[in-house]
C-alpha cells in the first residue's frame, strides 16, 4: 500500500514536471513564433515602403517627349516640380542701375524653392489687374513659357530644357517692370 502510494506520488511528480517542460516549451515556442511574426511583419514593412519609396522615385523618373503631358504634371504638382527643377535654378533680372544694360544672374537653391502653380496662369488674361496672356515658344530642345502683360510691366519668362530624355526647368527671367 505505501508502496503504491509512493508510486503514485512519484507519478505525479513526473507528471507535473513532465507538464510544466512542456509549458516551458510551449512558452518558448511561443516567444519564438511572436519573435518570428515580428520579424516577418517588420520585413513586410520594409517591403512595402521600399515599393512605395520606388513606386514614388519612378513616377520621377519616367519621363516623356512630349512637353504638354510633362507640363500638365509639372504645373500642379510640387513633388513632381521640385524634382524636374536642375538646381541651383538660374534666377535672371536686370541690374537695378538705370544707366547700365546687365542682368544679374542668382541661384535659387532647392530650399530656397517655392513652389509655382502655373494652372493658376490659365485665366491670367481675364483678371481686372495685372492680366497678362501666356506665350509657349519651342526652340527645338528647349520651351519658354513666358508670361506677357496686358497693359502692364509683367514679362516673366521660364525656360525649360529637354536634358537626358527629360524636361526640366533651367531658368526663369524677370524683366517685369
Excluded at 512558452?27 to 513586410?44: A, G, T
Excluded at 541661384?107 to 501666356?134: C, L, M, P, T, V
Aim: charged share 25%; proline share 1%.
Amino acid at each position: 500500500m505505501i508502496n503504491n502510494k509512493i508510486s503514485l506520488f512519484l507519478s505525479l511528480i513526473i507528471f507535473i514536471n513532465c507538464k510544466n517542460g512542456n509549458n516551458l516549451n510551449s512558452q518558448k515556442n511561443s516567444s519564438q513564433e511572436l519573435l518570428h511574426n515580428e520579424k516577418v511583419s517588420n520585413s513586410i514593412d520594409s517591403q512595402l515602403n521600399e515599393i512605395q519609396t520606388t513606386n514614388h522615385t519612378q513616377e520621377f523618373t519616367i519621363c516623356d517627349r512630349d512637353f504638354f503631358r510633362f507640363f500638365g504634371k509639372f504645373k500642379n504638382d510640387s513633388l513632381f516640380q521640385v524634382n524636374k527643377i536642375k538646381f541651383p535654378l538660374q534666377s535672371i533680372y536686370p541690374s537695378d542701375d538705370l544707366e547700365s544694360d546687365y542682368n544679374i544672374i542668382d541661384s535659387i537653391s532647392q530650399q530656397e524653392y517655392k513652389f509655382i502653380n502655373f494652372s493658376r496662369h490659365e485665366d491670367g488674361w481675364k483678371k481686372e489687374i495685372n492680366a497678362f496672356n501666356i506665350e509657349l515658344e519651342n526652340l527645338e530642345n528647349i520651351y519658354l513659357y513666358r508670361l506677357k502683360g496686358i497693359d502692364n510691366g509683367i514679362n516673366m519668362t521660364y525656360k525649360f530644357q529637354f536634358i537626358d530624355s527629360c524636361w526640366y526647368l533651367v531658368a526663369m527671367e524677370n524683366y517685369s517692370t
